[in-house]
């Protein structure tokens, strides 16, 4: 599909492919909702997540494997919230089920999706690291990582459902040296934040984190400027670690986000080291789906 002469056709395209999507899970939905109350109990959520008897089995996978290296084997749904805590199972749960929404059988897509993820887990850590040395509170520093693991889902939807146009686009970036929000705009009448931010919507997730996924490269607000600083420098630092078959041009951090996080240039590499540590930890969490 050539770009210049079918835009309107491709982003007819998008939308119809947007519409077919599967839904959230229902008892995702409610875990989300739950989590997110002021107060919640182990035994609601386990009761929640026991109705969904395939999601609960990936999230005791997962948790006893090698990624988080308990000491001792997480037989429930209770001992794993013990452990890791209301928000990181939500985190957990809600990165299973958008991994399975979007999900391929080709193998050539499996293989980009699956360095996609390992960036996306990046940039995950380097919100968190960031937002804990910004001295945040526990459920700001949990908004960012998850806000930075997931605020690429729109580019994930585009390369699993229209990779050829979609790889033509990111070369336009790196040919053109714009970078790819841009000629998203040109081409598609929309950037992938913004597609992000719709399905997360269409996904219920929550305002905050739809949010932090429309404005990543970008268009600040300002009652998040804080959370949006630290997810946008967070994918900044890991396309830093990826190719341009993902990322398009590589574009710095903008100004305001930088002089808000205030670093000098030797603790952004201090990131990126840590940032391509974290790399292999995906792969043990991607190595077990």
């Known amino acids: ?3 210049q002469s079918e835009p309107f056709l491709l982003r007819r395209y998008i939308e119809k492919a947007m519409v077919d999507l599967p839904a959230m899970p229902t008892v995702l ?13 182990t035994a609601e959520i386990e009761q929640v997540l026991s109705k969904d008897a395939a999601l609960t089995t990936k999230v005791l996978k997962v948790v ?17 919230i013990a452990i890791l805590g209301f928000q990181q199972v939500k985190n957990l749960a809600m990165s299973l089920a958008v991994l ?14 699956t360095q996609f993820w390992e960036t996306s887990f ?43 146009p979609y790889q033509q686009i990111m070369k336009e970036s790196v040919d053109r040296h714009l970078p790819v929000h841009l000629i998203e705009q040109k081409v598609l009448g929309l950037t992938h934040g913004e597609l992000g931010g719709e399905l997360a ?6 305002t905050d984190l739809v949010g932090l996924i429309r404005s990543h490269h970008g268009h600040f607000s300002d009652r998040n400027a804080g959370l949006e600083y630290i997810v946008h420098a967070a994918d900044v630092v890991g396309d830093s670690v990826s190719g341009d078959e993902l990322v398009g041009l590589h574009t710095p951090i903008a100004a305001e986000a930088a002089d808000w996080i205030g670093y000098r240039a030797e603790d952004y590499e201090e990131l990126k080291i840590l940032a391509l540590a974290s790399v292999e930890k995906a792969r043990q969490f ?4």
């Open 1 to 3: 599909m050539a770009l």
């Open 64 to 80: 006893n494997s090698a990624y988080f290296g308990l000491p001792r084997r997480v037989t429930g749904i209770s001992h794993a």
């Open 29 to 41: 939905v409610e875990v989300v909702r739950l989590v997110d109350r002021e107060s919640v109990t």
């Open 286 to 289: 991607l190595g077990i789906l």
């Open 201 to 206: 919507e269409r996904w219920n997730f929550p």
């Open 100 to 113: 399975n929404a979007l999900s391929s059988s080709n193998a050539r897509i499996r293989q980009i999706q």
């Open 122 to 164: 990046a940039a995950g850590f380097v919100a968190e690291t960031i937002a804990r040395r910004k001295g945040m509170s526990t459920g700001e520093i949990e908004t960012c990582y998850v806000g930075a693991l997931l605020h690429d889902i729109g580019k994930l939807f585009l390369l699993t459902l229209f990779n050829a």
